[in-house]
């Protein structure tokens, strides 16, 4: 049951089957948060949030056995679930695509303060934060967005 839960329900897993690499596993986990924040839109902002944190929990829960050596195997990607779906609270129309791009973006480049702190932390912990990190500077740009717009 982990083992589904820590692949994104399974997506993490895919790129493997059809390409013969974990590359790209984690866009795959992104998409799957995307079904759901489109699905979650006609909701207020405290359900978007309430599930994103059960997200995380989840993820920190999914993860832990997988982080033996401080690993991060390409596979999960329930971590990548958690972060997007922080980075879409609230948000809706190109507020919502651009914190979802910058979600995914500084996730995969690591480059913005405290992502790849966040990275170093311990277990299911460190496989998780990075991403929640990374979804609160896409949560924080479609907010700005949101505001100006």
């Known amino acids: ?69 401080h690993a991060d195997p390409g596979w999960v990607t329930i971590d990548e679930v958690a972060g997007t779906l922080i980075a879409m609270v609230g948000l809706s129309g190109w507020p919502w695509l651009l914190a979802v791009a910058v979600a995914r973006l500084a996730d995969i480049f690591k480059v913005l303060p405290g992502v790849r702190s966040a990275e170093r932390l311990p277990g ?9 990190v990374a979804g609160l500077y896409g949560l924080g740009a479609g907010w700005i967005l949101a505001i100006v717009v």
Do not use: K, Q
């Open 1 to 69: 049951m982990r083992r589904v839960i820590a692949s994104g329900f399974g997506v993490g897993l895919v790129p493997r089957r059809l390409w013969g690499s974990d590359s790209g596993a984690g866009t795959f986990g992104a998409a799957v948060a995307v079904v759901i924040g489109l699905a979650l839109w006609p909701a207020p902002w405290p359900v978007d949030a309430a599930v994103g944190v059960a997200a995380i929990t989840l993820s920190w829960w999914a993860a832990e056995p997988y982080s033996a050596g």
């Open 124 to 132: 299911g912990l460190g496989i998780t934060a990075d991403d929640v």
